[in-house]
């Protein structure tokens, strides 16, 4: 299906931290529904380009690299590495997978800060910071924790307290101890930062906000609470050694700063930028054209995926950055954000051995279940609970069930009664026109929840499809037909062989390894993998009569309940105790 009119569509997806490899609610929160996004408007025939890329800098890297005993850029060049080929195991359709570390990066970093203070919103202040004698470091504020002055949760992060959502100070927090090493002597001293004026902007941030009307609710509301609360200063530099150097207009060292960096929330959010520089001076490509509104940006549609914890930083302190600049630069059209996925209501875990995580998924199971559970199950309305039996099922049910069955049934038995190829014969009658009814109204669906980005809803009618096929040939019944009327069974077989290439390519965005294997298996060259229209009364005899048809192998292993004990043994089970 061509598109009435193309659009250009900028996506990214919130990146993920080079610290170690991340579980299957990271991804099932950011890169996998913008994987499948993408790959939706790709088979609309629209322009996309897909960014993500690590996130590089902090303490969490310093201090993993230093267990690891190598330096944090070796530690970022391994973990890249990794990061980079799980995205690939999961068929993540990058059109870019960059870094944050980049020399892209750390000029557009520098950039904008000078932008910035010419424009008045960054000032040198002397601050009050946590140090821990223990450690013999200042603590980022990630690394304090302690107990919460509002609500009293007594694991609040310096930064941001998870048990009621206010922005915290880490000085003000109660009873502060060292995240790195748990010691509580701590002490507050003195050291000097720059700071963004994000309160002179409270007023141009509230009223872009409120003019984002497509954005999904979750985003405007978080947006909207921070807003309410008052947008506070904060300090954009950190006493670090790992990082984007804090420098002058001219390049050298701003002095003072020698020591310091630019804190890894101002300098990761500028990274998509940077790593679409990176895409253009790999692929001959023209960044400006995504990114500047002076230089054909400006009918970009630009679209970012998140979990709920990145949304207050995408929608106030990088606009605030965007904005500031005084340049013309694109902002987010929609920001779709996710809730949570837990596990057996639980946080995954790596240092509790709770939990699935990518590497591990993929030596379990091929991309496309995890892919399907993940997505049919997508944590939208609410936070999104994770239990192996739960996935068993979905799995069994959805894909070996509706769809694998489908699939094998119908060119098997054209293998063995139609000698391997399409019949011609056969008027179409009231079953197809029943058919073609369910995937007019189907087609249509699936392509409205995947422009409003509900992929649960999107998923669940793509399910309904495949069962409608089942349904259809239960009421065809070719089998039976086969038996005193052949032309009958002819067209009920040529029916189930259109819907089984129409099942595939609908199911490209969730499942695309399955799909191509069964398009492959089919013949149905690339061109004709596009979307299908739901105006198109052609979609039931689309393949050519004659074309040669072969049984695809098993496309979907089942799930069986000794499986699902091991993978409990290993990963952990059992629910938390409230």
């Given at each position: ?44 025939g ?23 005993g190598i ?36 000029a ?11 424009n ?76 963004l ?19 999904p609710?979750?985003a ?39 020591d ?41 549609e630009?679209?970012?995926f ?75 309305g ?44 056969g008027?179409?009658?009231?079953d ?34 495949w069962a ?45 390894n ?27 005899d ?28 290993q ?8």
């Open positions: 299906m061509q598109p009435k009119e193309k659009r250009r569509i900028l996506i990214t997806s919130a990146l993920p931290y080079i610290n170690g490899i991340k579980h299957l609610g990271n991804l099932a929160g950011s890169q996998l529904p913008a994987d499948v996004y993408a790959r939706f408007q790709r088979l609309r629209h322009e996309v380009l897909y960014i993500c890329a690590t996130d590089e800098h902090g303490t969490p890297a310093e201090l993993a690299a230093q267990d690891m330096s944090t850029q070796a530690y970022c060049d391994r973990y890249h590495e990794i990061q980079k080929e799980l995205g690939e195991g999961f068929a993540l359709s990058f059109d870019w997978f960059g870094r944050s570390s980049s020399d892209e990066n750390k557009l970093t520098q950039h904008f800060a000078h932008a910035l203070e010419a008045g919103l960054i000032e040198e202040r002397t601050s009050k910071q946590v140090y821990s004698v223990d450690d013999g470091r200042f603590l980022p504020d990630r690394y304090v924790e302690g107990t919460c002055p509002h609500c009293g949760y007594e694991k609040a992060r310096g930064d941001q307290c998870d048990n009621c959502g206010r922005l915290l100070d880490p000085v003000d927090l109660k009873n502060p101890y060292s995240a790195v090493s748990g010691g509580t002597n701590i002490e507050i001293r003195d050291t000097k930062h720059l700071f004026l994000q309160s002179k902007m409270q007023g141009e941030i509230r009223n872009w906000v409120e003019a984002s009307t497509d954005w609710q979750l405007r509301s978080i947006a909207l609470k921070w807003l309410d609360e008052g947008l506070r200063d904060r300090a954009i530099t950190r006493d670090l050694s790992w990082g984007v150097p804090v420098t002058r207009p001219d390049g050298s060292v701003r002095p003072g700063f020698e310091k960096v630019f804190y890894v929330w101002f300098d990761a959010p500028i990274e998509y930028i940077a790593a679409t520089q990176e895409w253009a001076s790999a692929a001959d490509g023209d960044w400006e054209s995504w990114w500047r509104t002076d230089q054909g940006a400006a009918d970009v630009y679209v970012q998140m979990g709920k914890d990145n949304v207050a930083f995408h929608t106030v302190s990088f606009p605030v950055t965007i904005f500031g600049s005084g340049e013309d630069w694109k902002t987010v059209d929609k920001l779709k954000a996710f809730n949570w996925v837990t596990w057996y209501g639980g946080k995954f875990s790596t240092s509790n051995k709770r939990g699935i995580f990518m590497d591990a998924a993929l030596e379990l199971l091929p991309a496309d279940y995890w892919r399907w559970y993940l997505m049919a199950n997508a944590p939208e609410s936070d999104a609970g994770f239990t192996l039996e739960g996935f068993q099922a979905a799995i069994n049910s959805d894909l070996a069930n509706v769809l694998g069955n489908f699939v094998n049934r119908i060119t098997k038995y054209t293998v063995s009664k139609f000698d391997g190829a399409l019949p011609a014969a008027t179409p009658g009231d197809e026109a029943w058919m073609a009814a369910e995937l007019k109204k189907s087609l249509a669906e699936i392509s409205a929840h995947y422009e409003a980005m509900e992929f649960r809803k999107a998923a669940a009618e793509t399910r309904a499809l409608a096929g089942n349904e259809y040939l239960t009421r065809a019944e070719p089998w039976v037909k086969y038996k005193s009327d052949v032309d009958a069974a002819a067209i009920g077989v040529r029916t189930g062989l259109n819907l089984v290439a129409l099942f595939a390519i609908v199911a490209q965005p969730l499942i695309p399955t799909a191509k294997t069964i398009l492959d298996t089919l013949g149905v060259p690339n061109e004709n993998r596009n979307w299908p229209s739901p105006d198109d009364d052609n979609l039931l689309a393949l050519p009569h004659g074309l040669p048809i072969t049984a695809p192998p098993v496309l979907f292993q089942k799930i069986e309940d000794a499986m699902v004990e091991e993978w409990t043994e990963f952990g089970g059992e629910p938390i105790e409230a």
